[in-house]
């Protein structure tokens, strides 16, 4: 059983990660190379825990329990000696990650579960250099972002490792709230990146013919495809529109639609001018640094909302 954990980046979503597996109950050991973000981690988590707290999702009590759960380290040995179970979330460089895994290999026990929190880069590629035996202790566990907020993770099922060993992890993953996907085939971007790339290919296409502004293109698709899909998927909406009726659609729209094999030149020219979106001030709206916190905590009350409804689907 997986009770001690370690996780190794104390970035974006390492942070995050942590603070999600401390607030169930699980011991963290985070490890982080770099001083300054170290030194910063727990005030980061304690701030995503103090939005919760402020939604009335969760007691001050419980908060400073889970602040107490987690241990930083400046040493990965002292770190990870003890885990049951490691997920890293350091740079998306294949060298960086492969380097990880074979210390990691070196310092824990031989039944240590080893994960990559990538959706980027190929399982295949980040165990390469290691043998057939140690192979069969990686998967891919992708979280996404924020992931204190959005339940989806995905778990790599690629035929390496033993079932019992996949299903401690998934089992995991459900005693901290979450929803996992079982990803079965090694493919770029694995599930949920592809069918939002899908979405942001058309959106980004629009923009650029001009079919209308930024605002009425978000109405368009939040109040539509993105209201079902709140609460349900694709292939249920299919199937509810009558499957004759999509496969016509299809045959109709398809052929006009973006076939694009590359990220838009639009996207493309805004980040040419350092125009990043929130975490500049400005992307295809603005958020200006007076605005900058109440935008970022109306954002997050909504995924926040939609969190504790999502907890009745089956």
């Known amino acids: 059983m997986i009770q001690n954990i370690t996780v190794v980046g104390a970035g974006t979503m390492g942070h995050a990660i942590a603070g999600c597996f401390a607030l169930y109950g699980y011991k963290v050991s985070v490890y982080e190379s770099f001083e300054a973000v170290r030194n910063i981690c727990k005030e980061k988590i304690k701030h995503q825990y103090d939005f919760l707290v402020s939604e009335g999702v969760l007691d001050e009590a419980k908060e400073q329990k889970a602040l107490d759960n987690i241990t930083l380290y400046a040493d990965l040995a002292e770190a990870a000696k003890d885990a049951d179970y490691v997920i ?17 290999i070196q310092i824990c026990r031989e039944d240590t579960i080893f994960a990559s929190n990538t959706s980027s880069i190929a399982f295949s590629k980040l165990t390469e250099k290691l ?44 005693s901290i709230e979450k929803r996992p996907a079982k990803v ?9 990146n592809r069918i939002q790339q899908g979405i942001a290919r058309e959106v980004f296409s629009l923009m650029e013919m001009g079919a209308a502004d930024a605002k009425d293109i978000e109405t368009a698709l939040k109040f539509g495809p993105a209201f079902r899909y709140a609460t349900t998927g694709q292939l249920e909406v299919a199937d509810f529109g009558g499957l004759d009726i999509w496969c016509k659609v299809g045959d109709n729209l398809l052929s006009d639609m973006d076939r694009s094999d590359h990220a838009s030149s639009l996207l493309r020219d805004k980040v040419e001018k350092g125009e990043l979106g929130f975490k500049t001030g400005r992307g295809f709206f603005e958020y200006p640094d007076s605005d900058r916190l109440k935008i970022q905590n109306q954002f997050n009350r909504r995924l926040l909302k939609q969190l504790e409804v999502s907890k009745s689907y089956d």
């Open 88 to 104: 890293e979330a350091i740079p998306e460089v294949p060298e960086l990650k492969q380097e990880l895994f074979d210390s990691l």
């Open 131 to 174: 043998d057939e035996k140690n192979k069969k202790r990686v998967m891919v566990c992708h979280w996404y972002n924020p992931a204190h907020l959005i339940p989806l993770v995905e778990l790599s099922f690629f035929g390496n490792m033993e079932e019992a060993r996949y299903q401690e992890v998934e089992d995991l993953y459900r």
């Open 184 to 192: 079965r085939k090694d493919i770029p971007g694995l599930l949920a």
